[in-house]
């Protein structure tokens, strides 16, 4: 798959087969995000990976998913079988603002994910303390993202928006429908 596959065709994923995740492959997600853009190249972000079950398990009990979807978390049998949490390292950027950082690295996780058959959904509705609380995470680290991973068992599409409708939707056969605004809509031409 070339990038530009990659990128049109990426769609955030909320079931997942249980098959685990090599561990190499884990680690070279994690490679992958430390050679994204950083501002001034500080390269402020951490990374956990999670994938024992247990703290699996207590850390999907603190992330929230599909906010549109009735039935958008997933189910047991349906988790993710990996997580990386995106760390901000305080020590290194004291402003505690990584918002540009974990744009560039969560994105490259994901492209990169792609690449090894993965999928992955982009989590930010947290229970950071809790997470704090689990990793056991000194002072200087601060809970940004999650990023939720596995063998795609759903199948997600882009559709073109309609009446500025943004709210992604499942279909009969459970595939999920994500909006978009046109390229005509969000291509800015004096």
């Known amino acids: 798959m070339n990038i530009l596959d990659a990128i049109l065709k990426r769609r955030s994923i909320r ?3 249980q098959q685990p995740i090599e561990s190499e492959d884990l680690k070279e997600l994690v490679l992958c995000a430390s050679r994204a853009a950083y501002p001034a190249n500080l390269q402020p972000l951490k990374f956990a ?3 024992e079950e247990t703290e699996r398990e207590q850390l999907f009990a603190c992330t929230k998913w599909a906010g549109y979807l009735v039935d958008g978390s997933p189910k047991e049998g349906e988790r993710p079988t990996a997580y990386i949490v995106m760390l901000g390292d305080s020590s290194i950027k004291a402003n505690s603002d990584f918002q540009v ?5 969560g994105t490259t996780i994901l492209l990169a994910a792609m690449e090894k058959g993965l999928a992955g959904c982009w989590l930010g509705a947290l229970s950071r303390d809790g997470i704090r609380e689990l990793l056991a995470l000194p ?3 601060h809970v ?4 939720a991973l596995g063998y795609p068992a759903q199948h997600s599409v882009p559709v073109e928006m309609e009446d500025g409708n943004v709210k992604y939707y499942k279909d009969e056969t459970g595939t999920i429908h994500v909006p978009k605004r046109p390229l005509d809509e969000i291509l800015y031409e004096k």
Request: glycine share 6%; no cysteine; hydrophobic share 45%.
């Open 15 to 17: 079931k997942f087969t």
């Open 49 to 51: 990976i999670v994938t």
């Open 101 to 105: 950082e974990t744009g560039a690295a």
């Open 139 to 141: 002072e200087n680290l």
């Open 144 to 147: 940004t993202d999650v990023i």
